[in-house]
């Protein structure tokens, strides 16, 4: 049998939509991590392997070629800008990354600061603006950075919008829409392709998409 097929899935909110939509495409992979806090888990049966990860890290085990595929979200894409194939867009945990801040808080005239866990995608962002910003680096919990003056924006994931309200912030444009995406590493790609084109196959017909 070939070495198996190893596949790097994001811990929490999106373990479960993403565990979902491989069930349906033929691979039960539910079933033992429910109860498991093992990080690497074995399905000889369907020749595979997972490995659970941080979903930012989701995209360094495939880029390194510790996991043939990931299961990431098209924000950590846009923020990392890897060398992994982008195969499949899988429609899942949709949201979209924002600009918030205070109401009725004109943006500063002279370098606005702007909290977040995407510098990246913020800097590209007031590039194309034509505004000159100051990044302000965060992990978590952007929200607070407005409140408490740190920042006078920030630049965040939004998907029911309840965190912004609930602390009192607007939304002042949207950035760009994010769903999860299946990546692959390119070596892999090339030498496990039957594989990774069965799996991504199925699961492309499971959410109706072409895959690319
Ligand atoms: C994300 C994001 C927002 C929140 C948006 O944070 O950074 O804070 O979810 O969701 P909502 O629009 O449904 O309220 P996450 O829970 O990942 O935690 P974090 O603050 O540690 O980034």
Not at 157 to 164: A, E, F
Request: aromatic share 6%; proline share 6%.
């Amino acid at each position: 049998m070939h070495k198996p097929l190893t596949i790097a899935m994001p811990k929490g909110r999106i373990f479960e939509e993403a565990a979902e939509l491989m069930k349906k495409a033929g691979y039960d992979l539910l079933a033992e991590q429910e109860e498991s806090r093992k990080l690497i888990l074995e399905f000889p049966e369907q020749n595979i392997r997972i490995m659970m990860a941080k979903p930012m890290d989701v995209v360094t085990y495939v880029e390194y070629g510790t996991a043939d595929i990931g299961i990431a979200g098209k924000d950590v894409l846009l923020e990392q800008d890897r060398d992994v194939y982008e195969v499949l867009d899988l429609g899942i945990s949709p949201c979209y990354i924002a600009v918030a801040g205070l109401p009725d808080q004109p943006l500063s005239k002279i370098a606005p600061k702007i909290a977040t866990k995407y510098p990246k995608v913020a800097s590209d962002y007031f590039r194309e603006q034509g505004e000159q910003i100051e990044i302000i680096p965060l992990n978590g919990s952007i929200e607070i950075a407005p409140l408490i003056g740190l920042a006078d924006r920030i630049v965040d994931i939004v998907s029911t919008g309840r965190t912004l309200k609930e602390n009192g912030l607007v939304e002042y444009e949207k950035i760009v829409g994010i769903t999860s995406r299946m990546i692959v590493n390119p070596v892999s790609y090339r030498l496990k392709s039957k594989e990774i084109d069965e799996m991504v196959n199925q699961l492309s017909e499971v959410v109706g998409e072409d895959f690319v």
